[in-house]
């Protein structure tokens, strides 16, 4: 089963870069521009470069935010386990420790019925 799925996976992952070459081959992708960004002028690229450029900005930022929220969740994870056996040894103390037998006293009332 898990060969299927890697088998798909790679599949797919073929099939989409083979679509993604194909596209960036035709002459509408080759033309030559420049972009305008505000007031600044680029120097002119392929189209198929600005797709690519815009990709690979999405592809790091998308890592960070992942990296960061990893790290922080690994973090507050480390956090709670270090309480957690805080906690057990706090537990494990106080069960050790001899209970007080006290006998239940019995309501100060009328025992005439």
């Known amino acids: 089963m898990v060969f299927v799925k890697w088998l798909l996976v790679f599949l797919l ?24 960004i505000f007031t600044y002028n ?10 690519a450029g815009a990709l690979a900005l999405g592809l790091v930022c998308g890592l960070s935010v992942a990296a960061y929220n990893f790290v922080r969740l690994r973090a507050e994870m ?16 106080a ?3 001899p209970a007080e037998t006290s006998t239940p006293q019995e309501p100060a009332g009328d025992d005439s019925l």
């Open 95 to 97: 069960q050790a420790k």
């Open 13 to 36: 992952s073929f099939a989409v870069a083979f679509v993604v070459i194909i596209t960036f081959s035709q002459p509408q992708f080759q033309v030559q521009v420049s972009a305008h």
């Open 78 to 93: 480390f956090k709670k386990d270090r309480q957690l056996r805080t906690l057990e040894s706090e537990l494990q103390a």
């Open 42 to 51: 680029t120097k002119a690229l392929p189209v198929w470069a600005y797709v």
